[in-house]
């Protein structure tokens, strides 16, 4: 980038002040409108009840560390990725392999279901996102037809189909987050503002919405506008990576996992955190979550091979999950909110209901 | 050169603070009536939350039933 003309008496003294002066702004202009804690406004509704939730199918089949899953929009099929570079996709009402692919490389971080349900992509250490059209005929070799279509310059952490099969949102352990044309291949949009590694990325939920938000290694929640490319609005409260984001299912809040063994939803509209959700005996890092079909729940797995359940309005633990035996890498709720799958270093998945 | 690149990082942070800053916001307690809004709204809908007959929980029922 060509350098900028400055303005008469700018130098970089004088912009650090300035920026020093805006940050503190923001932070005001945010204060002014911290009016009460979203705990408080959630006092009068009904605590909720007892839950029972319990392992209902166990999918064994892996060699190594599951590290990431999708679920199928048939709200019965899954795709999971593996440290031993398998992905596989699973009936989950079954149990049954349907089928399953071996990437080049090992650390398959990324994995997702395409809206169609005809293919999945896949990508980790290779540094790309490729993605496979799913045959009907289980003899046919998957990765004869692979197609290559994201390249980053470190490894893929997340990736995403946008509401079609044909674009694919994709962060990298490069810093960036690009959005890509799958037929052709070509970088539609990149985005650029994180200053470490991108963990995890989150479309909003909506028809015509266009934004989507990422967390990463330097502890920012950044949420991005998908078509000019710009880094609409920014979160730091976190005191360590940030691994997981997820929208609240109205598209109006998101949740995040961190490193610093706390997970925190951030309202978009007021623009600050509004809840956090930690112990003072949780002392491992949250590394994914997702919310139930209402909102009013949040799944979060953890580095303690547990999973904690969370009232979302009332920031109080509602159950924990016991049952994995070594850490929890990825919990999905299905699409019509009946189940939820957790994946973990101990090779396994897990459907809970 | 170094110096030129810092200047112009520099200034792209100050335009996107600027940015950030100039953002419309609601107050937290209009946010958080919208969030329980939402919630109670859906939650006959949560079959996580408020639980469905067995029967029709597809990972509730037994195995042995299968649907054809």
């Known amino acids: 980038m060509a350098c900028q003309g400055l303005a008469k008496g700018e130098t970089t003294n004088t912009l650090k002040a300035e920026s020093e002066s805006l940050k503190a702004k923001l932070e005001e202009e945010r204060a002014k409108l911290h009016d009460v804690e979203l705990h408080q406004v959630a006092e009068k509704i ?5 839950f029972v939730m319990k392992t209902r199918r166990t999918l064994k089949g ?25 992905v596989i996709v699973w009936d989950a009402y079954t149990t049954n392999k349907e089928h399953a692919v071996t990437m080049p490389c090992t650390w398959v971080m990324a994995c997702a279901y395409a809206p169609s349900g005809c293919a999945v992509a896949c990508g980790g250490l290779d540094n790309k996102c490729s993605v496979y059209p799913l045959s009907l005929d289980k003899n046919e070799n998957l990765a004869a037809k692979k197609k290559s279509v ?44 994180h200053s470490a590694d991108v963990l995890s990325l989150d479309l909003a939920p909506s028809e015509t919405g266009n934004t989507f938000v990422s967390g990463g290694c330097d502890k920012k929640a950044n949420v991005w506008d998908m078509r000019s490319g710009q880094n609409v609005q920014s979160f730091e409260t976190h005191e360590s990576d940030i691994n997981n984001v997820k929208y609240y299912p109205s598209g109006d809040a998101f949740a995040t996992g961190s490193d610093d063994a706390t997970c925190r939803l951030y309202d978009l509209r007021a623009d600050r955190e509004v809840a956090i959700y930690s112990k003072d005996s949780i002392i491992f890092g949250a590394s994914s979550v997702d ?8 799944f979060a797995g953890y580095n303690d091979y547990t999973i904690n359940v969370w009232d979302v309005l009332k920031g109080t633990r509602v159950a924990i999950l016991f049952g994995h035996e070594n850490r929890v890498s990825t919990v999905r709720v299905s699409p019509d909110g009946t189940a939820f799958c957790s994946g973990s270093w101990d090779n396994t998945l897990r459907i809970w209901a | 050169m170094s110096s030129n690149s810092n200047l112009s990082t520099m200034k792209r942070t100050v335009e996107q603070l600027k940015l950030e800053a100039s953002v419309d916001r609601i107050k937290v307690s209009q946010a958080a009536a919208d969030l329980q809004q939402y919630c109670l709204q859906n939650a006959s809908k949560d079959a996580l939350l408020v639980g469905v007959p067995a029967a029709s929980n597809p990972f509730r029922e037994p195995r042995s039933c299968a649907l054809l």
Request: with cysteine; hydrophobic share 30%.
């Open chain 1, 62 to 86: 892996h060699g190594n560390k599951v590290l990431c899953m999708d679920w199928c929009r048939d709200k019965r099929r899954i795709v999971s990725s593996s440290q031993d570079g398998k």
């Open chain 1, 150 to 193: 994201a390249m980053h310059t470190n490894y893929l952490s997340s990736c995403s189909f946008t509401n079609s099969d044909m674009q694919i949102l994709t962060s990298s352990g490069d810093g960036t987050c690009a959005l890509w044309d799958v037929e052709s291949g070509q970088l539609l949009q990149s985005f650029h503002g």
């Open chain 1, 291 to 298: 919310f139930s079909l209402s909102g009013r729940l949040l």
């Open chain 1, 46 to 50: 009904d605590a909720l009840g007892q």
